[in-house]
């Protein structure tokens, strides 16, 4: 079961070149793929702040035609986030490591920072 980034969601909705060959097979092999909300969230605080262009009136229906699962934030996935250490600050990478922690899953980023904590990740 995989997690994906912010930035490999994007890739992959957007058929970039920047998402890997390997990238690409591993999600379309894997049965689970989760979005997180906190995702759905970044994208669209990166919209309103001229960081991204992207329809967000459809990203929610992308997700889905993409057989992608949305992973709601809980309390549990909340608390989490108050008991990793400082490795990353930001908040949406924060929670996508709290979700993995609480859901067991694999992470799929090219972010640095993310493997640094006690979970499985897959370099994107």
């Known amino acids: ?12 909705l957007n058929d970039d070149s920047k998402l890997s060959e390997k990238s690409r097979e591993k999600i379309i092999q894997t049965p689970s793929i989760f ?11 990166k919209v309103s702040i001229g960081k991204l262009q992207f329809p967000l009136d459809l990203l929610e229906t992308e997700i889905l035609n993409n057989d992608f699962s949305l992973l709601p934030i809980s309390v549990p996935h909340i608390r989490q986030t108050a008991a990793l250490p400082l490795i990353h600050r930001d908040p949406f990478d924060r929670m996508l490591v709290a979700q993995a922690h609480c859901e067991r899953l694999v992470v799929m980023t090219r972010d640095d920072c993310i493997p640094k904590y006690n979970i499985r990740t897959f370099a994107g």
Request: charged share 10%; net charge negative; glycine share 0%.
């Open 1 to 12: 079961m995989l997690l994906l980034d912010t930035h490999i969601l994007l890739w992959w």
């Open 35 to 45: 979005v997180s909300m906190a995702t759905c969230w970044e994208i669209a605080v």
